[in-house]
């Protein structure tokens, strides 16, 4: 039986890998309202995560440092929403807007 690491080859996953963090950056910088620019961060860990995942599966197939890496990735990428949401929520209580625009100065 074949692994998905003979089956499919690496360039594949990094096309994909690539394609996802093009999208993230283009929502991050086209796009005004601040939960949309969150979940395109969230794109772009993503991406990262799927790097390691695949580098973990092509080069060391009986250690785990990419998957680890991947684990931690997708920790930190749930602590960056929580913050960053409670933030937007905060922002949004204050200013009634989502809008990155207009919430251009740091004071209230």
């Known amino acids: 039986m074949e692994t998905a690491a003979e089956q499919i080859p690496l360039e594949s996953f990094l096309f994909v890998s690539a394609i996802l963090f093009s999208t ?5 910088l086209s796009r005004r309202n601040a939960v949309q620019i ?3 961060v969230e794109l772009m860990l993503n ?3 799927v790097n390691f995942v695949a580098f973990a599966a092509y080069t060391d197939g ?3 440092r990419g998957l680890i890496f ?3 990735v997708i920790i930190i ?4 929403v929580g913050l960053a949401l409670g933030l937007v929520l905060g922002v949004f ?3 009634a807007t ?3 625009d207009e919430v251009s100065q740091l004071k209230w």
Do not use: K, Q, T
């Open 98 to 100: 989502a809008n990155v």
């Open 93 to 95: 209580r204050r200013r």
């Open 62 to 64: 009986e250690l785990f």
């Open 24 to 28: 993230g950056v283009f929502g991050v």
């Open 47 to 49: 991406a990262v995560a």
């Open 38 to 40: 969150i979940m395109s």
């Open 77 to 80: 990428a749930a602590a960056e």
């Open 70 to 72: 991947a684990v931690f």
